[in-house]
């Protein structure tokens, strides 16, 4: 299965401030996609990113909070802008690719 | 390194039957959290159940229930009296505080 680096593993930000994710996986797959948890909770899907086209969003999410980049096969980012406290969470990517899902090790965001 | 293996890519179980999903982990941490979720086809990530590392007694969540052994480094999800809405693919994880590892999945059909 593809091999994802996500960076940064955990960060510390101020309230007001953006924070770009990275997710490098080491095959072209297709499908990206842009997971949120909060303490407790279940993953939740925040965007599908395809190469050459606008990110999908979820109910609840928006392109201006969450802005996603999806430059070419290999790669994508995820922004957390203007964030607030509530927006500390772990953050993961993941790909679909042609023998199943593989998952990022995650960014563990705080922010203060 | 840090690796979690379902060592079943699909099952698959009558409709009021039990079913028993696999996963096995490695990790060196002492302290850690293990994970089932769920995905639908909406690729949404609902967690199913989750047990603390330096628990000994198995978690429960309804007709979900784990069998943890620490040792063995063992976390099977087993799903009792099941029903048409389990079917989806069923993902295990390890958290260790930092970062999560997931395994490859197993698509769940029930039958019925």
């Known amino acids: 299965s593809a091999v994802i680096s996500q960076k940064p593993s955990r960060d510390i930000c101020q309230r007001g401030t953006s924070l770009t994710i990275q997710c490098q996986v080491d095959?072209?797959?297709?499908?990206m996609f842009w997971y949120r948890q909060q303490p407790g909770q279940s993953l939740t899907l925040i965007a599908t990113?395809?190469?050459?086209?606008?990110?999908?969003?979820e109910s609840g999410f928006v392109i201006d909070k969450f802005p996603i980049s999806r430059p070419n096969l290999t790669f994508s980012t995820l922004t957390v802008s203007n964030m607030s406290p509530e927006d500390s969470s772990i953050y993961l990517c993941?790909?679909?690719?042609?023998?199943?899902?593989?998952f990022g090790s995650g960014t563990r965001l705080t922010v203060v | 390194a840090q690796t979690v293996t379902q060592s079943q890519p699909e099952m698959s179980v009558q409709e009021a039957e039990t079913v028993t999903l696999s996963c096995t982990y490695d990790?060196?941490?002492?302290?850690?959290?293990l994970f089932w979720y769920k995905q639908p086809p909406s690729r949404q990530m609902i967690l199913v159940i989750r047990?603390?590392?330096?628990?000994?007694q198995n978690a429960t969540e309804n007709r979900f229930s784990v069998n943890f052994q620490k040792a063995a480094k063992s976390f099977s999800l087993k799903i009792s009296d099941s029903q048409l809405g389990d079917t989806a693919m069923y993902f295990c994880?390890?958290?260790?505080?930092?970062?999560?590892?997931f395994g490859t999945g197993t698509s769940l059909t029930v039958i019925p």
């Open positions: 990113a395809n190469q050459g086209s606008e990110a999908t969003y």
């Open positions: 095959s072209q797959v297709t499908m």
């Open positions: 047990q603390e590392a330096y628990k000994q």
């Open positions: 994880a390890f958290f260790t505080g930092n970062q999560f590892y």
């Open positions: 993941s790909v679909e690719g042609w023998n199943g899902y593989t």
């Open positions: 990790t060196s941490e002492s302290n850690y959290y």
